[in-house]
């Protein structure tokens, strides 16, 4: 009687060889677990594919309100954009996906998992990482790391065995979905000067073929999680899908990006993630209402921590815990409604208000209302300044080097 493996199964090129690979190689029974993400629509027709190349049984799990709740929205109220720019959707797919590929394995008695990654991107990582620290003690297989096939060979593999897979030669882009976002690399997009062509997209218009006049979008936040738009009230699952078409319909959300890869090159990615511009766009306009100066200076840089660790696979250790409490706490009075126009192919933040504002219009306001004591000022600013003089008086400013020489005005010579 064979073992057991459970692969995670995407349904695309690499994983439907691995069902057929594992089996010649390792002499494995074949689970197939597919993790629905907002990655696909038909799930019926992926499970009997997974059959049809020689899986031993398939599985469908539906984890969209998981992903969102648990994975997420706290990333948003984290702020976490990995290098500026990448809002981190395949990044946090892949952690949810790990924990029930181990709960899998051992529900089913199988010694292995195996997922569909190459030796060259970062999901190998945050898979393998991921899996190690909720149960070391299963075998880790991956398959298109260990057999060696270039790209073109694996197609032609998948040909000799019958095995359909929705890739050719002649479009070879590699395509990653759900609902925070949709990742698309190789092919002609692997040439960072080549501009991506329209056929990459999916999720938004050219902003040529947008709306003429502008749109526009309220999102409502409780405690840093988005709950309404323009007033609704929706369950997340439905909001982030909502976003995704509506923002998407005004070319917005569409980023070209050369990124750091964790094992040490560059790559060009394409990423579409409209709902993700958005809310984090509309979180950070918020929290510059709600939270102090020091509180968003901080919290700044806990952002580009709480990224990293998403990207490098480190969502199941004791850092990630530490940084969450923290971010957890700091959106207490994140609740507001942001205003966002859509234009083009831009958003932009229009209008914010909320019942926990730090601005304060009589502190703001030149006009009447005005109830700042400018009197104060000249004590202020003695203090603020007292180290500065104290500094001056003491030890002087050079004023013949440096940038402040430069700046001194030349002599006129008379005539």
């Known amino acids: 009687m064979s073992d057991k493996v459970v692969l995670a199964y995407s349904g695309g090129l690499d994983t439907s060889v691995a069902?057929?690979?594992?089996?010649?190689?390792?002499?494995?029974?074949?689970?197939?677990?597919?993790?629905?993400?907002?990655?696909?629509?038909?799930?019926?027709?992926i499970k009997q594919k997974?059959?049809?190349?020689?899986?031993?049984?398939?599985?469908?799990?539906?984890?969209?309100?998981?992903?969102?709740?648990?994975?997420?929205?706290p990333a948003l109220q984290a702020d976490a954009i990995y290098e500026e720019q990448y809002p981190l959707a395949t990044a946090l797919a892949r952690p949810l996906m790990a924990k029930l590929l181990v709960d899998t394995a051992l529900e089913e008695g199988a010694s292995a998992?195996?997922?569909?990654?190459?030796?060259?991107?970062?999901?190998?990582?945050?898979?393998?990482?991921?899996?190690n620290a909720l149960s070391p003690r299963l075998k880790i297989i991956a398959p298109a790391r260990e057999w060696g096939?270039?790209?073109?060979?694996?197609?032609?593999?998948?040909?000799?065995?019958?095995?359909?897979?929705?890739?050719?030669?002649?479009?070879p882009y590699s395509i990653d979905e759900n609902l925070w976002g949709r990742s698309i690399e190789c092919g002609?997009?692997?040439?960072?000067?080549?501009?991506?062509?329209?056929?990459?997209?999916?999720?938004?218009?050219?902003?040529?073929?947008?709306?003429?006049?502008?749109?526009?979008?309220?999102?409502?936040?409780?405690?840093?999680?988005?709950?309404?738009?323009?007033?609704?009230?929706?369950?997340?699952?439905?909001?982030?899908?909502?976003?995704?078409?509506?923002?998407?319909g005004y070319g917005?959300?569409?980023?070209?990006?050369?990124?750091?890869?964790?094992?040490?090159?560059?790559s060009r990615e394409i990423y579409e993630a409209p709902a993700a511009t958005a809310l984090l766009q509309a979180h950070q306009a918020l929290e510059a209402m709600t939270l102090s100066k020091e509180q968003l200076r901080f919290k700044q840089k806990v952002a580009v921590e709480y990224a990293d660790l998403i990207y490098n696979g480190l969502w199941f250790t004791s850092l990630h815990q530490d940084l969450a409490a923290y971010v957890q706490s700091s959106q207490r009075f994140v609740t507001g409604t942001i205003r966002l126009k859509l234009f083009k192919g831009s958003s932009r933040v229009v209008g914010r208000k909320s019942p926990f504002s730090l601005y304060d219009?009589?502190?703001?306001?030149?006009?009447?209302?005005?109830v700042f004591d400018q009197s104060a000022s000249p004590g202020f600013i003695h203090i603020w300044g007292l180290s500065v003089r104290t500094q001056a008086q003491v030890q002087g400013i050079a004023q013949t080097e440096g940038p402040l020489g430069t700046?001194?005005?030349k002599k006129k010579r008379g005539r």
């Open 113 to 131: 998992v195996a997922h569909g990654c190459t030796g060259k991107g970062n999901d190998q990582v945050r898979f393998e990482v991921s899996i």
């Open 149 to 171: 096939m270039t790209r073109e060979e694996t197609i032609n593999y998948a040909q000799r065995y019958g095995i359909p897979v929705p890739v050719t030669i002649a479009s």
């Open 252 to 266: 917005v959300g569409r980023i070209d990006h050369v990124e750091n890869r964790l094992v040490g090159i560059k």
């Open 188 to 248: 002609v997009l692997e040439d960072p000067w080549a501009e991506p062509p329209e056929d990459a997209y999916t999720w938004t218009k050219s902003p040529t073929e947008t709306p003429d006049k502008p749109g526009y979008v309220e999102i409502g936040f409780e405690q840093g999680v988005p709950v309404t738009i323009d007033g609704q009230k929706l369950d997340s699952v439905s909001l982030i899908q909502r976003l995704n078409e509506l923002v998407g």
């Open 19 to 45: 069902i057929k690979w594992l089996s010649e190689k390792y002499n494995l029974d074949v689970i197939a677990l597919t993790v629905d993400v907002g990655n696909e629509r038909d799930f019926s027709a």
């Open 407 to 409: 700046m001194r005005p």
């Open 50 to 73: 997974a059959l049809k190349v020689g899986a031993v049984k398939a599985l469908v799990m539906d984890a969209k309100e998981l992903f969102v709740n648990h994975f997420i929205f």
């Open 361 to 370: 219009y009589g502190l703001a306001t030149y006009a009447k209302g005005d």
